[in-house]
């Protein structure tokens, strides 16, 4: 959700203490599809996002022209005073959350195997789909780049995409970095090592994160 602050007591615009259309007292992108609710001393109106909503940091809320004024004390004749007017942008909190990369696939792959990185274990997105993702690959393969260069060009989050064998080069190991960003604009980033086997043995692989919480 986000906090419209008011600098003193308002009339609500009329409203009472229920949900509301925002699109009624305040103008921004998804207004209209939007709900809001005025806070019990009327000075914070609250716009409930959802992940879909438009809003980002520096999104302008604009006040509707003659909705909104100052509260007006008992016995005061308020029909003179001025609508609230001006427009606001929209910034990021005080402490944005941070994203936290979990990256999960196996560690040894056979000759033929294919590599699959599940990034679902992932948190700290703030509810919306993850606005950056990139992958830097390190390694002494001759390939190196091929593999880099196919993720960050095919990757998906659900089903994670499966990297092809051909894409890899047998007896060597690559170390993979992972760079998630949300739309608060904070990143964080996080690494795994594979090494591809020259030849063909069991594997088995938990696609889950690493760390994993028990409650009892």
């Known amino acids: 959700s986000v906090n419209v602050l008011f ?38 109106i609250t716009v409930y996002t959802g992940s879909t909503s438009p809003l980002s940091i520096g999104s302008n809320f604009t006040v509707v022209k003659n909705t909104t004024q100052a509260a007006c004390p008992a016995l005061t004749d308020c029909k003179r005073w001025h609508y609230v007017s001006g427009t606001a942008r929209l910034a990021a909190p005080s402490n944005p959350v941070t994203p936290s990369v979990q990256i999960s696939g196996a560690t040894t792959l056979n000759a033929c195997d294919s590599l699959v990185l599940d990034l679902s ?8 789909p993850w606005v950056s993702r990139s992958f830097r690959v390190d390694s002494q393969a001759p390939n190196a780049t091929d593999l880099q260069t196919y993720l960050n060009s095919n990757y998906v989050f ?23 960003c949300n739309f ?3 990143c964080s980033q996080g690494s795994t ?18 760390l994993q919480s028990v409650y009892t």
């Open 7 to 44: 600098n003193a007591a308002t009339n609500k615009g009329g409203l009472g203490q229920g949900q509301f259309r925002c699109s009624l007292l305040l103008n921004f992108t998804g207004a209209s599809i939007t709900m809001c609710q005025w806070s019990t001393d009327a000075t914070v």
């Open 121 to 128: 274990g992932s948190v700290g997105s703030g509810g919306r």
């Open 158 to 180: 659900s089903p994670p995409t499966v990297v092809p064998y051909y894409v890899l080069n047998k007896g060597y190991s690559y170390t993979i970095t992972v760079s998630l």
């Open 184 to 186: 608060l604009g904070r």
């Open 193 to 210: 090592s594979v090494v591809v086997l020259n030849l063909i043995a069991p594997t088995a692989t938990i696609l889950a994160p690493r």
